[in-house]
């Protein structure tokens, strides 16, 4: 699975922070679920299916961000075919698709079928009938763009019979079909646990291909998994994955070597290891929302700093060091240090210092890190049963730990990425090798080497989003305008109203109003008559002078990049050198 390479932001209403996703987004495939219930199997498979698809609806319903998954059917194969669920939206459904599920469990597991083959002829119909539904859907839905953000689906069925025995039955009853809707077709095979212990597990996912060509611009996979929970929980993750694949996502150059002048590029596909905390609406007090400082933070909502209780993390496991994975770790780090709270007294700082030392030196020395789960608070509890944060400790060479978010088993998504077992090609790794020599070799890594072009860019766009007024005027004139009482009034607590343009013109005070205000361009004299002829504003309204400028037409901005443009600049695959 890929993703489409152009990102565009939006920002999460429930962090405030820029959350980036591709465009391919809104082009996810509508999605088929073909559960086959035959008995006896069912009663073995039921509860596995039912809480895998629980878990995996509770989730993807409540994504904040684009919709990964827009469009949810599902039929259930048992002595007839029967359609549980049509098509319908995914976000915002929770309770249908619940309901939907549970009449899933409902089935009976016992009773008896005629065989095999009545399962495959119904399973041929399943597929047709979700094509011709699904023909009808994005025909009542075609008005304006709806049309082109589900262009096509995908089916998924769901068996205990033999996957290669379903395959070969969907391919000799879909071969005169019409599957021009029809992206891919993946049978999923539940093996029990006698048989997934007699030999090795085969891989994930495996290409069938059709001798006849049956199939034409379809895809049909087989994936056998085990019997739990967690592995069709792993089936549906799947479908959370951008479905692009139209380009490359990014351009990785390596600098040339010395036999070819032009840089080597590696073209690159990228895929979202875990769902961002940022897109769940969840605010526990130190949690899994960790995308900006600001989450780590205690609410001060009524309280007092004196008031508020210390965060509690209880260390429940120790982990090597070496067996952490980089890929499962989010979010912002903090560095956790001994405290010099100034409420402790001089014996209990030297204690927590010694046992912080002892702590830093045990784990650095056995490389071992720290797996923590943070104790949810009375508060959090009240309304349900609350999140449980885990964060891991890494030691560090300074008297300091490192404290970094881990994903749950919640927000991890499916990544199979194969093991290399055999050696690259010589002639491409001479070719690696030539090109990585022309690189500086750094033993300690300096961040303060690496500069972003942060002040720079902030500085232009500062100066880009300021107004640009025709004239100046000094900060000391402008604050003795607003803040001392005008020569020749008399001081009565509140400002007086500005006179008209066409009154005043004696030698007075309010000359010497005018003498403070620069002369107004010719261009905008209309527009300060206009506003002349009104007469004096209420005195609670009054300003002076200079302000009556600034709503006129001289003052400017400048453009802004429209949208467009943004999203014509973000067409190209992200640039690695």
Request: charged residues 20%.
């Given at each position: 699975m890929?993703?489409?390479n152009r990102k565009r932001p939006t920002g999460s209403s429930n962090s405030g922070n820029m959350v980036y996703w591709s465009s391919s987004f809104p082009r996810q495939p509508a999605r088929v679920l073909i559960v086959e219930t035959l008995p006896p199997r069912w009663s073995e498979t039921c509860t596995v299916i039912c809480e895998a698809l629980d878990n995996f609806?509770?989730?993807?319903?409540?994504?904040?961000?684009?919709?990964?998954?827009?469009?949810?059917?599902?039929?259930?194969?048992?002595?007839?075919?029967?359609?549980?669920?049509?098509?319908?939206?995914?976000?915002?459904?929770?309770?249908?698709?619940?309901?939907?599920?549970?009449?899933?469990?409902?089935?009976?597991?016992?009773?008896c079928v005629r065989g095999v083959a009545r399962g495959g002829e119904l399973l041929r119909q399943a597929v047709l009938d979700s094509m011709q539904q699904f023909k009808q859907y994005t025909r009542h839905t075609s008005t304006g763009n709806q049309a082109n953000n589900h262009p096509y689906m995908e089916a998924t069925v769901v068996t205990t019979q033999p996957g290669r025995s379903v395959v070969r039955q969907l391919e000799m009853g879909l071969k005169d079909a019409d599957l021009a809707s029809l992206k891919r077709l993946l049978v999923v095979q539940i093996e029990n646990e006698a048989d997934w212990g007699q030999e090795n597990p085969p891989p994930e996912e495996e290409h069938i291909e059709s001798e006849e060509g049956l199939m034409l611009g379809t895809e049909i996979d087989l994936q056998r998994v085990e019997n739990s929970a967690f592995a069709m929980e792993t089936v549906f993750k799947a479908w959370l994955h951008e479905q692009g694949g139209d380009r490359e996502h990014l351009h990785l150059l390596l600098p040339s070597s010395l036999d070819t002048p032009v840089p080597v590029c590696l073209k690159c596909d990228m895929q979202e290891r875990l769902i961002s905390p940022a897109l769940i609406p969840l605010s526990p007090n130190l949690g899994v929302k960790t995308e900006s400082v600001r989450d780590f933070l205690p609410s001060t909502k009524g309280t007092t700093n004196q008031s508020i209780a210390p965060q509690r993390l209880k260390v429940i496991k120790t982990l090597r060091a070496d067996g952490v994975c980089e890929s499962v770790l989010y979010g912002l780090p903090l560095v956790i240090r001994p405290s010099t709270c100034w409420k402790m007294d001089w014996d209990e700082m030297e204690s927590n210092h010694n046992l912080f030392h002892a702590l830093c030196h045990t784990l650095r020395s056995r490389e071992l890190f720290l797996l923590l789960q943070v104790e949810p608070t009375q508060r959090s509890t009240a309304g349900g049963s609350g999140v449980f944060s885990h964060y891991i400790l890494q030691p560090s060479p300074t008297l300091s730990l490192l404290m970094k978010p881990v994903a749950s088993r919640e927000l991890l998504l499916p990544c199979s990425l194969p093991v290399s077992t055999q050696d690259p090609a010589p002639d491409a790794l001479?070719?690696?090798?030539?090109?990585?020599?022309?690189?500086?070799?750094?033993?300690?890594?300096?961040?303060?080497t690496l500069s972003s072009n942060l002040y720079q860019h902030l500085r232009s766009r500062t100066l880009l989003s300021q107004p640009r007024?025709?004239?100046?005027?000094?900060?000391?004139?402008?604050?003795?305008?607003q803040s001392q009482p005008l020569e020749g009034t008399k001081n009565t607590g509140s400002r007086q109203p500005r006179q008209?343009?066409?009154?005043?013109?004696?030698?007075?005070?309010?000359?010497?109003?005018?003498?403070?205000?620069a002369p107004f361009p010719s261009s905008?004299?209309?527009?300060?008559?206009?506003?002349?002829?009104?007469?004096?504003?209420?005195?609670?309204?009054?300003?002076p002078p200079l302000t009556l400028l600034s709503s006129g037409s001289a003052v400017r901005?400048?453009?802004?990049?429209?949208?467009?443009?943004?999203?014509?600049?973000?067409?190209?695959?992200?640039v690695i050198q």
């Open positions: 890929s993703m489409d609806l509770s989730l993807a319903c409540s994504l904040e961000g684009p919709c990964r998954v827009p469009l949810l059917s599902l039929y259930a194969i048992s002595k007839q075919q029967e359609c549980l669920l049509p098509f319908v939206q995914v976000r915002g459904n929770l309770a249908r698709l619940r309901s939907c599920v549970e009449e899933l469990r409902s089935i009976p597991g016992d009773g001479q070719v690696v090798q030539r090109c990585l020599t022309q690189l500086d070799e750094e033993f300690v890594f300096n961040p303060l007024y025709p004239y100046s005027m000094q900060p000391a004139a402008a604050k003795r305008d008209p343009r066409n009154q005043g013109r004696t030698v007075g005070a309010n000359s010497k109003v005018r003498a403070t205000v905008s004299s209309h527009t300060f008559s206009s506003f002349s002829s009104m007469g004096p504003p209420p005195a609670k309204a009054s300003r901005r400048a453009p802004a990049p429209t949208q467009q443009h943004q999203e014509n600049e973000n067409d190209e695959p992200m």
